[in-house]
Every structure is written in C-alpha cells, then in structure tokens.
C-alpha cells in the first residue's frame, strides 16, 4: 500500500487524502478509489502476480492506441505490482441491469445498453488484435487445444460425475475430442476477451468501457459472444438474445463484409455449447467442492440454457447429446425457483481491510461497529478461537455488552426487514465490523441471522469474510 500511495503522489504532486478499497468480484487484485484534495481521483491497483499485471497494463495502452474504451494505465510502479488508473466511476453494466435480470423483462434503457456494449464487441475483436504483441498475454497467449480440453474434464470432473449421473467416460471422451477440433477450426487472429460480461463492463457518460481483459488472448469470434448472451443468470429472453446477434452482426460486416451468417450461426452453436459446459464445471467447483452454495443456485440457470441448445439435437456429438439431455431432465435441475423473498446479507469484516462492498447495487443497509464491545482478542487465549467457538461465545455473553449493543441492532434491523418486505424491494445488507473480523463481529453477524430467521421467511446469507466462510442459512 505504501508503493501505491507513493506511486498517486508523484503521479498527481499530492498526497492522497482518501483512499476506498472497492470490490473485486474475487478477484486476487486489489483496487482502491484515490483522491487528493484537489479532488483529483483515480484507481490503484495492487496485483499478486507481476505477469498478469503487465498483461494489463500492455494489452490496455495498446487498446487505447485503438480507440477501444478501456480505462488508461497512467503510472506503473518500478517493480511491476501496482499501478494507476483512469477512474470510470461506479456504472457497472452488470448493477444497471438489476431490474431485468430479477424480474426476467428488460426496459428498452437496458436493452439500449446491452446492444450499444455488444455491438463494440467486433472492434475489440477485429482492432485490439491488429498488431497485438499475443506473447504478452496472460497465462496463455492464444486458444488452444490444451484449453479447451481442460475445461471439458472440469465439466465432467467437477460437475457431471458430482450428479451422480451414470456414463461412460470412453464414449464421453471421443465425442469431446471431436468438438474440441470443431472448436479449433477457425482460431483467426482476433483478441478474444474470455470474460466479457456485464460485470467487466462500465457506463460512462452513457457509453460502455471494458474492463479485465487481462485474460485475454488471441482466439475465436464466437468465444465471446457466447459468453455474453448466453450468460447464465441474465435470463435474456430469447427475443433480447435475437435483437444482441443483430447488433453484432451489424457491427461485424464492417470488418467481415462478406459474412456468411449460416456458417456463423453454425460455430456459434457450438460455442454455446462449449461456454455452457465451461459454466457448469466452474459451478460444480465453487459449489460441490468449495462447498458455497450460491453457485449452485446458479445451475438451474445454466441448464435452462442447455435445455433450449439441445431442442436441435447435436448429431455430430451423440454420446455427449444423450448425457446432456439425461443431464436436463434430473430433478434437482429442471425447474427455475422463482424466489423473491427479501435477500439479508450479514458480514462481518475487519475495519482494517475495509467495508465490504454492495454487490447487490442497492445500497440500503447498515454499518455497525462492534469495538465498543469488549475484545477477547486482547487476550492470548481466546486469539485461536472465532466468535463461533463456545469459548468466545462464553466470553462475550458473561460480559453482558454484547447483549445491549444488539437488542438496539435488533430493533434497527427488524424494522427495516419488515419495511423492505412490504415495499418488495429484494436486497438488504448488514456489516459488523471490529479489529480483526474474528471474534465481535463473527459473534453479531451469527446472532442477528439466527434472530431473522426466527421472525420472518426471508433468504439469508452469512459471509465472515476474514475467516473466508460464506453460508447459506
């Protein structure tokens, strides 16, 4: 943090006066919202791994050069870990369509945005891998074979043989072989993204700029779009997906003029194809293995996906069609719940390391200090226990201070549970916060979750972040 504050000062001539850590979306990078007191902001950004860093850095000067929207490296630090960047402000794509993707019907305003951000799609494509220097890519510096059959092994691995579906594994691989090389017949020498979603995307000013593209490498058109329309949980009606294709094409006569769109539509598919298995295994990982619960509440989605692909049987893979069509017809995937109870979110966190960030893009909620309450951390006893251990527990309530700090949290928040509930409004977030995220706060966030569930039917979910636990309650 200190190269970081010093790389802002000799960059803008003055000290930084705030610094907010903003939200990574898991991320391994760091990334800080910086302002001096000329009112001067940008983004510091500290990396873990120097490579994906200069990735970064290399592929967004030389987007720039393009004219692609992308946010400008300003100054990098001598040892490659951090650097400064143009700030585009806080209006993620991916929070501006919140109203469509819970109710499933998208406004003509987010429609207007997500066809003005595919249809600079091609430009990405088609200009940022004109002359790109693909070796300075990161980890790989093209699609390749070896990547397209590990991604089909987390399929099976990570998410089919998790199901408990019976298959044999000989006839699976011999289809995966032939769409592996179906997938590799027309690499091109285009930029392919590989995220691009409405999360990597900003509005500015009313125009959308991209950003992590660090990943990004040379590869395949179809890649991309895939990825995009075909998003699991966006729940483009098919009408929406229709009008994005017709936005892209448009877009992509201008360097592809003698397009043949039966043989793009016939990549595409498969492509789909390809992403939607990519999905389920990403899935299968986070949630069958990892053991987080809310990426398996994503599978329904992405099989609702599968199950509109496969109405045209893929003939050219047959064993594979026939597992996957078993795959979409198990119970636990064939029915989308359509939950709109109210969302509770509860974390606790370390003040140090910042407040966590509202991913739900509602903003209501609370903050709530706990380091008025006696700290058992202050102890060498209690320093390998958590608030969920019976001796923190025991410590905190012979105490008693704990006990009046949340019977005044419990009136907050219960009012505010049952206002949000009769407005229909979807998401709430409550934050405890204390010295190390570990005792207090762990403590509060597990007692306020077993006090809202006992009152009202509402989903709840509790992240400890510094202990790096998430459930689902």
Known sequence: MDTLKQLFEDYTGRQATEIFELNSSGSNRRYFRMRNSAKMTLVGVIGTNKDENHAFIEISRHFVEKGI???????????????LQEDLGDGQLYLKLTDGRESGEYSDYERSLLCRTIEKLPQIQFKGGEDLDFNVCFPEPEFNERMVMFDLNYFKYCFLKATGLDFNEVKLQIDFEKLRDDLMKNVGKTFMYRDFQARNVMIKDGEPYFIDFQGGRRGPIYYDVASFIWQARARYPE???????EC???ALRSYQPDLDEAEFYSHLRIFV?????????????????????????????AIDNLRRLLKTPFEEYPYLNEVLQTLTTMHQFYEIAMDKRLEVKIYSFAYKKG???????????????????????????YRQFNGMDQEVIKFLEDDGEVNVFLDSVYAL????????????????????????????SVYCAEHLAEHLLKKFDIKLSVIHRELDIEKMM
């Open 69 to 83: 929207r992308v946010p400008k490296v300003l100054a990098v630090s001598e040892d490659g870990m951090t650097y």
């Open 248 to 250: 892209y094409l448009r």
């Open 413 to 440: 928040v219960d009012a505010h549970v049952k206002r949000f509930m009769e407005r229909k409004f979807t998401h709430l977030q409550v934050c405890f916060g204390c010295t190390g995220g570990q005792h207090r």
């Open 239 to 245: 009408d929406l997906k229709k009008e994005m294709l």
């Open 355 to 381: 407040i966590p960030a509202d991913t739900s893009g509602n903003g209501g909620g609370y903050v709530f200090d706990c380091r008025s309450i006696n700290n058992p951390g202050k102890y060498e006893f």
């Open 273 to 301: 194809l390809f992403r939607t298995l990519q999905v389920l295994g990403a899935y299968g990982f986070r949630g069958y293995f990892e053991k987080k619960p809310h990426f398996l509440q994503s599978v329904p989605y």
